[in-house]
């Protein structure tokens, strides 16, 4: 148990859903990421947020929504998903930014 | 280029084998980290080191800044070791980079 805490720990959803991702550490952490993890793929940094400000978008598309109402709490929403986006999806949280990270167990999705 | 690799891809050993990882990296770097993701897909962070050696329980990390290089090695391993091992590294200021990953699998 890391602290970070995430649900769903699976998803599956068809491409026309709306669904959200949910991550919240009560770790008293300062800086928030997502991550997506393909299959035989490196850990890909998605976004990154620091004090509830986004500070780096790794060129997501648009169909990925984060929102971050406080520091504790992170969301991931989608939307017209496609069969590629199917992965797993991390958070993870920091104290502060670039300090040592601490990951949730990830949602894995399925896009149908 | 900012690079990560890692060896070997897979491990397989014996429980009580002793075990080491090794990463590589292009070019000069501010932190490396390892990592440990079991098959759920949870992620754990062993260590983060900028030089010199750390250990933690059977865990030891080195890292080599001339060569760019660390190891990451286990000492008497166990079947629940069996993990993925991802080395991550930050080039000055900009996000991690994080290798693909070594499997590795302890048999009692």
């Known amino acids: 148990e890391t602290g970070v805490t995430q649900t769903p720990r699976h998803l599956v959803m068809g491409m026309t859903n709306k669904k959200s991702l949910k991550c919240e550490q009560h770790l008293g952490h300062n800086a928030m990421y997502w991550y997506k993890q393909s299959a035989k793929k490196p850990l890909e940094l998605m976004f990154v947020?620091?004090?509830?400000?986004?500070?780096e978008n790794n060129s997501v598309p648009s169909r990925f929504s984060p929102e971050c109402p406080n520091s504790s709490h992170l969301f991931l929403h989608l939307h017209t998903l496609q069969p590629e986006d199917s992965a797993l999806y991390l958070c993870a949280s920091s104290q502060v930014l670039g300090d040592e990270a601490f990951f949730g167990q990830g949602t894995r999705l399925t896009v149908v | 280029k900012n690079e990560v690799e890692q060896s070997p891809q897979n491990l397989t050993a014996q429980e009580g084998e002793f075990i080491t990882i090794n990463c590589s990296y292009s070019?000069?770097?501010?932190?490396l980290h390892w990592l440990q993701q079991h098959p759920g897909g949870g992620i754990v962070s062993l260590f983060m080191l900028s030089s010199g050696k750390k250990k933690h329980g059977r865990l030891i990390a080195t890292i080599n800044i001339q060569e760019k290089h660390s190891s990451l090695h286990i000492t008497a391993s166990h079947p629940r070791d069996s993990a993925v091992y991802i080395c991550a590294v930050r080039f000055g200021n900009e996000k991690l980079t994080f290798g693909t990953g070594t499997r590795l699998t302890i048999i009692p």
């Open positions: 947020y620091n004090f509830k400000e986004q500070t």
């Open positions: 070019v000069g770097i501010s932190a």
